[in-house]
């Protein structure tokens, strides 16, 4: 039985809505004006894997995710895990009033805290991503690099498991 073969379809559904969401963009590029999908910011803001900071990144905000096998609950079901990372310069971190009618958007507070807010009402408790549902089981925040803050969320799924012969058995025939 393979349990690797579902992830990269996973990654680009995530994918596909994190560059859909009008308000997540606009955190993420700071402006107001954005085109949707943002397809410009795939693998230059956004990413489909733990994004690591170097010291030297300019002053931007930056999502990284990844989804990994966590094993069987029982014969029928098998989980991953998706973990989101939101890292955002300090100095982009506030967001006032100033900020939140620059960007169009009604929430104030701390970008990265707002930025998985909205990630969360995206993916939490969702059905339509083309897999099972996303449910949250955590969230922390960690110092992704000098002079960045950043905010992980992690989510379960479960999934119906499914047989499909292995590429050692087709070779069999």
């Not at 992704?144 to 989510?155: D, H, K, L, M, V």
Request: charged share 25%.
């Amino acid at each position: 039985m393979q349990n690797l073969n579902r992830i990269g379809a996973m990654k680009e559904k995530v994918l596909e809505n994190i560059l859909a969401t009008q308000d997540i963009v606009r955190l993420i590029e700071n402006k107001k004006d954005v085109v949707l999908p943002a397809f410009e910011i795939r693998y230059k803001q956004v990413f489909p894997w733990k994004k690591i900071l170097g010291t030297q990144e300019e002053a931007k905000t930056f999502v990284g995710f990844d989804i990994s096998l966590g094993g069987a609950i029982n014969c029928a079901v098998k989980t991953y895990y998706l973990n989101i990372w939101v890292m955002s310069h300090e100095s982009l971190m506030p967001v006032d009033n100033k900020v939140g009618e620059m960007l169009s958007i009604s929430d104030r507070g701390v970008r990265t805290d707002i930025l998985a807010d909205k990630l969360d009402y995206l993916l939490n408790g969702s059905t339509d991503m083309g897999f099972g549902k996303l449910e949250i089981v955590g969230s922390d925040v960690f110092r992704p690099a000098e002079r960045f803050s950043g905010r992980n969320i992690q989510y379960i799924i479960s999934c119906l498991l499914y047989t499909s012969p292995s590429p050692r058995d087709r070779s069999l025939s």
